[in-house]
């Protein structure tokens, strides 16, 4: 069966730090990855979409990358700040669904 | 504010009620789609409305229905509650019918408590 597996449930980084996140997938081969960031009691906003073609993408102080061998997706924030405090989810398209990973709550100390 | 309206925003209910949850998409956005969150389960897709149609299904209960209405909102309805229902539901939009390579807005969530 489909697995999405995001590295840990929390993860905490010191603020001016890089964060790294990491989202493995097993026995699937999606086409498209994306990103998300969700606050508490709110909706997952959508914050990048990476190509299985695409080995890197940026976007400000996001980058994400997508190694399809490893079957895995790194989400780096650099220069953190203590606002980039969020669970971010992965997710991934299987069979024209979007499933999405399990969430790493990630918190910025200042 | 991504421009998906859901109502209402907190929901009480006894088990074995049935409610309904509204969906109002972003203008111009043909898709809903619907998504339990709960603590347990993490974000599961429930079903998606394309249009009209139903276009995808996920893993949504005998006793969940859906539908979207000619002007688009949709309404997801729950019976015969149970304590377990109890989680965050989502409502999202997007343009077209795929999701593998669109951008999905999300709503602010219907928190329903089942007692």
């Known amino acids: 069966s489909q697995k999405i597996e995001q590295n840990s449930e929390a993860l905490n980084i010191q603020e001016g730090k890089t964060a790294t996140l990491t989202c493995n997938y097993t026995?699937?081969?999606?086409?498209?990855l994306q990103w998300y960031r969700q606050d508490p009691g709110r909706g997952p906003v959508f914050l990048l979409l990476i190509r299985e073609n695409e080995k890197e993408k940026r976007k400000e102080r996001l980058k994400v990358t997508f190694d399809t061998t490893l079957k895995q997706s790194l989400f780096h924030i650099t220069a953190s700040q203590p606002a980039d405090s969020a669970t971010y989810l992965c997710?991934?398209?299987?069979?024209?669904?979007?499933?999405f990973g399990t969430g790493t709550r990630l918190t910025i100390i200042p | 504010d991504s421009g998906v309206t859901q109502t209402p925003k907190h929901l009480i209910t006894a088990t074995g009620q049935r409610v309904t949850l509204r969906c109002s998409p972003r203008?111009?956005?043909?898709?809903v789609y619907w998504y339990q969150q709960s603590l347990d389960q993490g974000l599961q897709f429930l079903i998606q409305y394309y249009n009209g149609e139903e276009r995808a299904k996920g893993n949504i209960l005998e006793r969940f229905s859906a539908q979207q209405f000619p002007d688009l909102h949709s309404e997801l309805n729950l019976s015969s509650l149970e304590l377990g229902d109890s989680a965050l539901y989502f409502c999202a939009s997007s343009v077209a019918a795929g999701a593998i390579q669109e951008t999905q807005y999300f709503g602010p969530g219907t928190r329903l408590l089942v007692l």
């Open positions: 997710a991934l398209a299987i069979n024209e669904k979007l499933t």
């Open positions: 026995n699937y081969s999606p086409a498209y």
């Open positions: 203008s111009g956005d043909l898709s």
